[in-house]
């Protein structure tokens, strides 16, 4: 995966092979299959270059239907749905080796006045500066080395808030599954709003169903087999993904296999987006 910015930045620069058809590369991994959140920002990019920049991102919503594979390039087919007097929809469709392994529709909008109103933040949040890296979590839980992590993600800053294990900070008897971080692109971006929703939804594929396996006590890749199935995301207000976004994640159910997952992300006080994913979740045994 990236271990940059500079590297998200061009595995999101994809090449237009002819008008809604484009291709996109690959990054190093050591990952047995394709990141979901890559293959979610690089068929959002795709989308969003196919509309008029007046319009903005606000709604997306994502099937993953095979694992992606890691030797040879996607290709992102994008269908101009509709454009309308302020809407535009888009669909894009992820082929692989003659398959399609992934379904994104989107729609964009232009920038209006309405009304106005927003969920408050949580309190007493403890500042990403005083909170342990994702990759030194993970390193007590799975112990696996640091520098796995940082390999991998290194395109990103994460930091763990805590969640609501057993003694966890996050303990409340009405939310058994819940699970905080603090997440930001390692790096500068350029001053392009596409590109900043692209990397937050990168970044929101990377946690948030781990929020489904907090109060059994388990962690996925360790004793849990786990999987994207459908994702979604709205984009409400401005924000920038190089800075401090803070991810309050919830998993209402999980059953039969699957848990579902929602959150919130704000930044500085301001609520920004909310996301929801189901995927599999299943024991390995």
């Known amino acids: 995966m990236p271990q940059s910015v500079i590297e998200l930045i061009d595995l999101l620069d994809l090449e237009e092979i002819e008008i809604g058809l484009f291709r996109a590369r690959q990054p190093d991994t050591q990952l047995q299959r394709v990141f979901g959140g890559q293959v979610l920002a690089q068929a959002l990019t795709a989308a969003a270059r196919t509309v008029p920049v007046s319009r903005v991102l606000h709604s997306l919503h ?12 996607i290709v992102y087919d994008v269908e101009a749905v509709r454009d309308g007097g302020s809407f535009s929809s888009r669909r894009a469709v992820a082929r692989q080796g003659g398959k399609v392994i992934f379904y994104l529709s989107s729609s964009f909008h232009e920038v209006e006045e309405g009304f106005d109103h927003l969920d408050p933040v949580p309190e007493a949040v403890p500042l990403p500066e005083e909170c342990p890296t994702l990759g030194e979590v993970l390193y007590e839980a799975t112990g696996r080395p640091i520098s796995f992590w940082e390999r991998e993600w290194g395109a990103l800053d994460v930091r763990y808030v805590g969640d609501s294990r057993p003694g966890g900070a996050l303990v409340n008897a009405r939310h058994p599954a819940r699970a905080r971080v603090w997440v930001r692109a390692s790096g500068r971006l350029p001053d392009d709003r596409r590109l900043h929703q692209a ?9 948030l169903l781990g929020a489904t396996t907090v109060p059994h006590d388990v962690f996925i890749g360790l004793n849990v087999n786990a999987a994207s199935i459908d994702h979604a995301m709205w984009f409400h207000r401005p924000f920038r993904a190089d800075e401090w976004l803070l991810y309050d994640q919830v998993s209402p159910s999980a059953s039969g296999g699957l848990g579902l997952a929602t ?23």
Do not use: K
């Not at 990397?199 to 946690?207: E, G, I, K, R």
């Open 62 to 73: 994502a099937y993953f239907l095979l694992p992606g594979r890691i030797d040879i390039p």
């Open 199 to 207: 990397a937050l939804a990168y970044a929101s594929d990377l946690t």
């Open 263 to 285: 959150a919130r992300l704000f930044q500085n006080g301001i609520l920004v987006s909310n996301v929801a994913q189901e995927g599999l979740i299943r024991p390995l045994r």
